[in-house]
């Protein structure tokens, strides 16, 4: 399954955000590996329209879909020199599908940073330092062997000489492989190349608690958005030590902490969401009877692959999928009205899942 890791300086506030995130999902510590490996995480994803499914089509139980995170602790400053524990650091990197990247951005001088200051676009240099260095690395290697066998007429060769040539220059000047512009035939060299700068990224401002319910406004937050933005990335701010108190909290006392701060929904609701589709993570529903349940798939899935991630059978057996788009059982409020507006489809093989289908398979046992 796909995976975001969280990676940072020391001291910035990773493990306090990891721990809000598994909290969150307590009731998914009895998954095998959550308890093998401490630093991964299962979180499951809030969903307001599992809840108006639950009301329009009432099952026993409803059961939000889940994905995983990535604590990545280790050293960063010198990790491209290949040290030990940074080989480990760049390597755990290399393992993840999307980088969820904390930055300290509140004043607090009873937490110290390792820089002695607070300063989160030095903090982001930093580590996008270290990849690229990582990557330059790699993509030296690679022009090696690749310049010899673009001097005769392979091909791809000449394509991929062509990409690492556009990739140097820009790693150099410090820049990231994901601000690059590449077409689709580029896309898939560069997939191939397993480059860390490459990776999606998505970059929290740890922020203070008063700036909670309008994290935007935090002092340190516009700096790290216009960065973001320069590289087609995006940037959140949360306040770590706060959602990791909420996220403690059983639903009434959460609703009144949520009301006290002035904040609708807690951060890491919208963390996790920006973490899924980061991952290019969608969701797609079943309904009524035993469960109503969310499921995750990466998008771009057909119908029969889809029915393959409830069980292999409906994969292997697949006829067609009934589907209705969550937008329309909304609006017409029940399955039988669906119907009737001409809002259900029958869809075969080839069908693409879109975000927010409900669906029936059939399959063949
Ligand atoms: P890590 O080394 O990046 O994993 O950082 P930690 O999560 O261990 O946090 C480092 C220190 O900062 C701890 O003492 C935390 O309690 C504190 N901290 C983390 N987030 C916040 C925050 O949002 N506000 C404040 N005031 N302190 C925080």
């Known amino acids: 399954s796909l995976t975001a890791g969280i990676v940072g300086l020391p001291n910035v506030g990773k493990s306090t955000l990891f721990n809000a995130i ?19 995480g299962m979180v499951e994803v809030p969903d307001k329209r599992l809840d108006r499914i639950q009301e329009l089509i009432p099952a026993k139980k409803v059961v939000p879909t889940t994905f995983e995170f990535t604590d990545i602790a280790g050293i960063v400053k010198g990790a491209s020199k290949g040290e030990g524990l940074g080989n480990k650091f760049l390597e755990n990197i290399r393992q993840v ?10 004043d607090d ?10 300063d989160p676009i030095d903090d982001i240099e930093t580590i996008n330092l270290e990849l690229g260095i990582a990557d ?12 010899r066998a673009a001097k005769g007429s392979d091909k791809e060769a000449k394509a991929e000489l062509a990409v690492l040539n556009k990739i140097k220059p820009v790693l150099e000047a410090g820049g990231s492989v994901r601000s690059i512009a590449f077409d689709e035939d580029e896309q898939k060299i560069v997939k191939g190349l397993f480059l860390l700068t490459s990776k999606p990224v998505l970059y929290v401002a740890n922020i203070a608690e008063e700036d909670m319910a ?7 937050f516009p700096a790290i958005k216009e960065y973001a933005e320069k590289e087609g990335a995006q940037a959140i701010g949360v306040a770590a030590a706060p959602e990791e108190e909420i996220a403690q909290l059983d639903d009434d006392e959460k609703k009144e902490f949520l009301e006290a701060e002035g904040v609708e929904e807690p951060g890491l609701n919208r963390l996790i969401r920006a973490s899924y589709k980061l991952l290019g993570l969608q969701t797609f529903f079943t309904a009524g009877g035993k469960e109503t349940r969310a499921w995750t798939f990466k998008k771009g899935t057909k119908a029969p692959q889809a029915a393959g991630i409830i069980h292999s059978d409906f994969e292997r057996g697949f006829i067609r999928a009934e589907i209705m788009a969550f937008e329309d059982l909304d609006k017409y409020e029940t399955p039988a009205a669906v119907k009737d507006a001409g809002k259900l489809r029958l869809e075969g093989k080839d ?4 975000d927010g289908d409900i669906v029936e398979f059939r399959f063949n046992v």
């Open 22 to 40: 598994t909290k969150a999902g307590a009731e998914m510590a009895n998954y095998p590996f959550a308890t093998i490996d401490p630093n991964v």
């Open 97 to 106: 599908d999307a980088i969820v990247h904390v930055v300290r951005a509140f």
């Open 109 to 118: 001088d009873n937490i110290t940073t390792v820089t002695g200051k607070v």
């Open 136 to 147: 330059l690395d790699a993509v030296n290697k690679r022009l090696g062997k690749v310049q």
């Open 214 to 220: 309008d994290p935007e406004h935090s002092k340190y």
């Open 351 to 354: 069908y693409v899942m879109q």
